[in-house]
């Protein structure tokens, strides 16, 4: 029997030369993609893509398959013709074949398409498989609770029970990862008699980032057992093939010691992925060794995505009760802002109703020196010192936050009555808005101590942790979270206070001004026609800079010239439709991003032609974001559409598809095309100012293949201080 390969041997190798520091990206940076062997309970063959000869493999082919089969022609040797089938796309998962008949019995077939080679699967399957007609019908039930389920935590407890019956294993349990990156046990469904892990949390480093980034690609896992010796890929050279696709790959050693301090001698994963994004995992554990045949894992898949849409459908149904709720509070609340004509006298009428309006314990009113409390609040000499410190902090912009102590440390003292703040500086009078949420001390039971995710053994190799006990770990200095709907609703309570503070001084001026009424409409009338006659001037100064532009493009023979004039007055047409937004909408501070980008869409149509504007497509998810970053993401836009428009079909129109999405608290603006891909760096001046807004928005861009074509994704939080 074969020992480790050289891919695993380097893993721990790295692992060793850890510094007493204990870096804990030591697992992000272990090459799992490349193991160099396959678990050995099946077959791997490495043919090459042009002739289909076979030129490398791993596991006992000799004696299950063909003792001849290293330069055997591919086809032939499974008995199908391979190259019609990878003439058709290879879906997510690879390709199933026709089962092979071997030397020791029957082989499910999957391929997959790795560079220049073509990699074939082979897992002996000794039982009878299941009918299509049995699992469409066993799914369409699970399903059908799916459903059902009142709630998230109803719909994860049932998944957790139809994904046991399903596998067979001893324990599954539904694991969600949260917005700091740790998981969380949401359900669990076991045999009698097991420990529960129910409600525990596991530190994120339990599961590297390169891990997180295969289960999205490759969806379902399984570990037969974990004593196993890897069966690596020969003849020699091959080592470094990419096996991400490979559901036979071999498992880390760190990862088989993790499962082995568990107690666990099999296990199994299937994703749950959301919108792209890997929301959670279903993870299976059995206490001796077991697997699951590929229609079992093809199974799995498919519910795991069904369960991916219900919980999309209730985290939607959640959010809409919510912005009910808000909205029926709201209109409780809005009518009476206008019965008094200062804001301090509102705000005592109203005191308990804005309160629970916005679901606090406590609320307070501060203008100057003034302070007026209602509720469990700090003393007031502390709120005026809050207050201050918000003002200096966040200007006008509402600032919420469930840590207050961690952003200002003097708030430990009175943390037990706030934790929590959402402030709200209103427009007007200088005056400022304040709720307030206790401390919610909180258990939160980890499997085993979270701060020893990983320990050093006597020969200083990375080890994983070997407890799992359960080690509870009490949160103190935090309060109930800020949801984005209270803070949208809170921006539009300020636009109340402050068209109510415009109503109440028209109302008094109204009252004292009768007689120079018709005075007052013209001085408006004057106001307005200034206003209109500011942003004519601007939008006439645009277009002759465009115009200068043209010209400049039209006079000269250099054909990058003119493609950098194009692209200035692409860039020119976004700054246009910001200034125009900026004198047509009176809340300026937020904007609907949505609605935003399909008029800068607009214009680009227009700039770039009725042959492109006729390809290009929107998908639009409506966001609410700060006026500044819709700006800058506005220009990202531009940029991306301009490089597609040069680069994606050699500069004749295609297919160009703009999408914009919302993933919790961050947004995903994709752009994608069907043309020739990426093509060199495009690291012109352009590329060069996106890439620096994008650093300024604390986002991520990437550039994925679209299969065919380029499919862009920039990835930012949707607002600061949430």
Aim: charge should be negative; charged fraction near 25%; glycine fraction near 8%.
């Amino acid at each position: 029997m074969t020992t480790l390969t050289d891919a695993n041997t380097a893993a721990l190798d790295l692992a060793q030369r850890q510094d007493s520091g204990l870096d804990l990206t030591a697992c992000d940076r272990e090459p799992i993609h490349i193991p160099g062997a396959i678990q050995p309970h099946g077959l791997l063959l490495v043919a090459d893509a042009e002739s289909l000869a076979i030129v490398a493999g791993a596991g006992d082919i000799e004696r299950r398959l063909s003792p001849e089969w290293l330069g055997a022609d591919l086809s032939r040797l499974i008995a199908q013709d391979v190259r019609s089938l990878l003439a058709d796309e290879i879906p997510l998962g690879g390709l199933i074949g026709e089962p092979v008949v071997g030397l020791t019995g029957r082989f499910e077939v999957t391929l997959h398409r790795a560079g220049d080679h073509v990699l074939v699967e082979l897992e002996q399957v000794d039982v009878a498989p299941v009918t299509a007609a049995y699992m469409l019908g066993r799914l369409n039930a699970m399903a059908a609770t799916f459903e059902r389920a009142t709630d998230l935590n109803a719909l994860c407890a049932r998944a957790a029970i139809a994904f046991r019956q399903l596998t067979g294993f001893d324990r599954v349990m539904v694991y969600r990862f949260l917005d700091d990156e740790a998981g969380r046990v949401m359900a669990e469904d076991k045999v009698d008699g097991l420990g529960t892990f129910l409600h525990h949390h596991f530190p994120a480093s339990d599961i590297p980032k390169q891990a997180r980034v295969l289960y999205v690609r490759n969806r379902t896992r399984t570990i037969p057992t974990i004593s196993y010796t890897p069966a690596v890929l020969r003849p020699a050279g091959f080592e470094s093939i990419d096996l991400s696709d490979v559901a036979l790959r071999s498992v880390s050693p760190i990862h088989l010691r993790y499962l082995a301090n568990m107690g666990v001698a099999a296990s199994a994963s299937i994703s749950i992925v959301k919108d792209g994004v890997l929301w959670g995992m279903i993870a299976c554990h059995h206490g001796s060794p077991r697997g699951l045949t590929p229609d079992i894992r093809a199974a799995s898949a498919t519910l795991a995505s069904g369960l991916a849409r219900q919980i999309r459908a209730k985290e939607e149904a959640e959010i809409y009760r919510e912005r009910l709720r808000l909205r029926g509070a709201e209109d409780a609340v809005i009518p009476k802002l206008a019965t008094e004509p200062a804001p301090r006298r509102t705000v005592a009428a109203l005191r308990d109703d804005l309160r629970r309006m916005l679901d606090g314990d406590g609320f307070a009113f501060v203008q100057g020196t003034v302070v007026d409390t209602g509720g469990v609040c700090p003393a007031k000499d502390d709120i005026r010192d809050l207050a201050a410190w918000v003002s200096a902090r966040s200007g006008i912009d509402t600032f919420a936050t469930h840590e207050l102590p961690v952003l200002f440390p003097r708030a430990d003292t009175y943390r037990t009555c706030a934790s929590g703040v959402l402030a709200l500086p209103l427009i007007d009078e200088g005056a400022m808005l304040l709720w307030f949420r206790a401390e919610q001390a909180e258990e939160v039971e980890w499997a085993g101590n979270p701060h020893k995710a990983v320990a050093l053994d006597p020969t200083a190799a990375l080890t994983p942790r070997a407890s799992f006990e359960s080690w509870t770990q009490v949160v103190s200095g935090r309060s109930r979270c800020w949801t984005l709907e209270e803070v949208e609703a809170a921006h539009r309570l300020r636009r109340a206070f402050h068209d109510a503070h415009i109503n109440q001084r028209l109302r008094l001026l109204n009252a004292d001004l009768q007689r120079t009424l018709a005075d007052k409409d013209v001085l408006i009338a004057q106001k307005d026609v200034l206003m209109k006659e500011v942003n004519h001037r601007v939008q006439n100064s645009l277009q002759l800079v465009a115009a200068f532009l043209a010209l400049q493009a039209k006079a000269s023979d250099d054909a990058k010239v003119k493609e950098h004039l194009a692209e200035a007055q692409a860039r020119l047409s976004a700054v246009a439709l910001v200034h125009r937004r900026l004198y047509r909408d009176d809340q300026v501070e937020s904007v609907d991003l949505s609605r935003y980008l399909e008029e800068l869409a607009g214009d680009m149509k227009t700039s770039l032609g009725a042959d492109w504007a006729a390809h290009m497509r929107l998908d639009l998810a409506p966001i609410l974001v700060p006026t500044d970053r819709a700006v800058n993401i506005g220009l990202v836009l531009t940029e991306l559409v301009i490089n597609a428009s040069k680069y994606a079909y050699g500069g004749r129109p295609g297919p160009i598809l703009i999408a914009l999405e919302q993933h919790r608290n961050r947004l995903r603006l994709i752009v994608a095309d069907e043309g020739s891909g990426k093509v060199g760096t495009r690291e012109g001046f352009g590329s060069r100012m996106m890439n620096a807004i994008v650093a300024g928005l604390s986002g991520t861009i990437e550039h994925d293949d679209n299969m065919p074509g380029l499919r862009v994704i920039m990835t930012a939080p949707i607002g600061d201080g949430v």
